[in-house]
């Protein structure tokens, strides 16, 4: 019975030693990981040599890429050429970005060559340089060897090699190149598309995506190997480094898409507290990289919840999706949700949880350049429609400025009418009581108001002239002098002017046109001198300044006054639609935002706005070409 036991023990001992991956004749590719046994030396107190003595250290087999677990890993991996010939092999380690990994070749138990990989090893270091830690064996007929491998890294570890004949894995890499060189340019393509799109449109999301879009093509480069492999004087640390660190970035990319995109500040306050709750998680992830490098590598374990943050946010993006309604939702939503899926795949993967192949990187770049094209049509949806939204909206400003540049006209005229008519209205009364008493000198009494009538007459007609500057409003171009326009807006005012008793002075050349549009030249003045009067204390020193002059390419137009300056903060909001400077809350607010929209929209021009020190100024600035 003992005999039995002892020779099944020796059984499973040979098998167990037999564990050989065998070279045939034309094999192109083959997974060693059925093949490779290995042991945890996180005390780091083994040698090559220890673990080409004692197999019963080792675990095996293994599926390549592990758990997460520190450091370092040995792994072991018999191999013989079983072909007829001799036999050049590649072999690689299937994880780019590995930071350490020291093989040793022994034939017969005696070490025959060494090699020191690894990204965090200088290019000029090694044999080849290539996105993958590799080297080349050459192996005669029935020749067998045995690699042992130490591989440091921050806790993801894949202690496989992936043999390769050489004509493949050259032609292997050479279909990837192309492939990530595509993918490379239409990322390239995305981060000036997106931020062209964000100068035209001025919308942040724009620019959001084109840094999201970086961040993926820095992850792109790095993941696969290229960025070592490139050798562009980046320090290998920051090279090591970017893996990790882009997901958190492009978690603040990603939350700032979303914040904006659905506008959670003003809308949906609530998210918003969860918006900088992640975007605080993804900083402290950050941090704990620098800590764990250069104070302590178990402070890594927070850097490991970086892929999960990430599919965090991700899943936020795709609830707070479901929730919230925008244009261009479902493309967001379709973008969101198919990405959260390739997140997860890939992250367990990378975690040693699922089996890891290559194929899962090209999934995250295809899937990421999906999401980003979605993400684009997304917002580029909700663009048009804000545009459309504006558009129609301006129309209406136009409508609207006109009609309150009537109403302020007829209120003008009726205040400029009322003492006229007073008086028009005391002579007819006394010419109706002089007919009635037919006294002898009631016709010169008559006669003698004639006069005043006609003056009354005259002086109303007078104020109608006055106010039909905008009877005939052109909308045209066509040459005006802001002097003379400025005198005829004035005398609308006129009334309201010296009740507030407000000296205008005017710094205008009066040789200089303008080639424009007069009308809304008038509109804007009459905007500001008719604020400045609301805002005047009585008191005799009130003053409006206006200058107007010709710059190099430019008109120069400059509004002060004394009224005690705008009690807005900031100040630029004085422009936003339903804003006022007046106390009166029956007021509208539209004033001074159809003076910004007509300046920029019309005039083509930029408008500011400052306080002095007892009043305001207004700064236009107009293309000599309007």
Do not use: C
């Amino acid at each position: 019975m003992l005999k039995t036991i002892f020779f099944f023990l020796f059984l499973i001992v040979n098998l167990y030693a037999k564990n050989v991956l065998e070279i045939h004749n034309n094999f192109k590719t083959i997974d060693a990981s059925p093949f490779i046994s290995y042991i945890n030396d996180q005390k780091e107190t083994l040698k090559a040599d220890d673990i080409l003595k004692y197999d019963e250290l080792l675990e095996s087999p293994t599926k390549g890429q592990l758990k997460i677990q520190f450091g370092p890993i040995w792994s072991k991996l018999h191999l013989k050429n079983s072909s007829s010939s001799l036999e050049n092999i590649i072999l690689h380690n299937p994880l780019p970005g590995t930071n350490y990994i020291d093989v040793y070749i022994y034939k017969e138990n005696k070490l025959i060559k060494s090699y020191s990989l690894g990204d965090m090893r200088a290019q000029d270091s090694k044999e080849y340089v290539n996105r993958h830690s590799l080297f080349e064996l050459s192996l005669i007929p029935n020749e067998e060897l045995t690699i042992i491998s130490k591989i440091s890294n921050f806790n993801v570890h894949n202690v496989s090699w992936t043999i390769n004949n050489p004509q493949v894995f050259l032609e292997h890499e050479s279909r990837t190149l192309i492939y990530l060189s595509l993918a490379g340019g239409i990322f390239l393509t995305f981060i000036v598309l997106n931020f062209v799109l964000f100068i035209i449109n001025k919308s942040i999301v724009y620019l959001y995506i084109s840094l999201l879009v970086l961040m993926s093509f820095l992850y792109l480069l790095s993941v696969n190997g290229f960025l070592y492999q490139l050798d562009i004087g980046i320090s290998l640390t920051l090279i090591t480094a970017i893996p990790w660190l882009t997901p958190n970035f492009s978690s603040f990319f990603f939350l700032g898409i979303a914040y904006y995109y659905f506008n959670v500040k003003i809308l949906y306050k609530k998210s918003a507290y969860i918006v900088k709750a992640l975007v605080f998680l993804n900083l402290l992830i950050i941090l704990s990289y620098p800590l764990s490098f250069y104070f302590n590598k178990y402070f890594f374990i927070l850097v490991n919840f970086s892929g999960v943050f990430f599919g965090v946010t991700v899943i936020f993006m795709f609830i707070i999706g479901l929730y919230m309604k925008t244009e261009g939702l479902k493309y967001y939503l379709i973008a969101q949700l198919i990405y959260l899926i390739a997140v997860i795949i890939y992250t367990v993967s990378i975690f040693g949880f699922i089996p890891y192949v290559e194929e899962y990187r090209h999934m995250m770049t295809l899937v990421g350049l999906l999401d980003i094209g979605l993400l684009m049509i997304a917002q580029i949806i909700k663009t048009k429609n804000e545009f459309h939204t504006l558009q129609q909206e301006k129309i209406l400003l136009m409508e609207q400025s006109r009609f309150l540049s009537i109403e302020q006209v007829v209120s003008n005229i009726v205040h400029q009418w009322k003492n006229p008519l007073t008086h028009l209205g005391t002579s007819i009364t006394l010419v109706e009581a002089f007919t009635e008493l037919n006294h002898k000198d009631s016709l010169q009494k008559i006669k003698s108001e004639l006069p005043k009538i006609n003056f009354s007459i005259e002086l109303m007609k007078n104020t109608i002239d006055e106010f039909s500057i905008g009877k005939n409003i052109s909308i045209e171009k066509a040459p005006f002098y802001p002097l003379k326009n400025l005198h005829e807006t004035l005398n609308i005012l006129n009334s309201k002017i010296t009740i507030n008793k407000v000296n205008i002075e005017l710094y205008i050349d009066e040789k200089l046109s303008i080639v424009g549009y007069e009308h809304i030249f008038s509109n804007i003045m009459m905007n500001f001198i008719d604020n400045s009067l609301d805002q005047f204390e009585d008191k005799p020193s009130n003053k409006i300044g206006i200058y107007i002059y010709k710059d190099t390419d430019s008109y120069i137009i400059k509004y002060t006054d004394n009224a005690g300056g705008i009690k807005v903060y900031p100040i630029e909001n004085v422009f936003e639609y339903h804003v006022s400077t007046k106390e009166d809350k029956n007021t509208h607010g539209r004033g001074l935002a159809m003076v910004k929209m007509l300046v920029e929209d019309r005039l083509n021009g930029n408008i500011s706005v400052k306080n002095t020190h007892d009043g305001v100024e207004f700064l236009i600035t107009l293309n000599k070409e309007l």
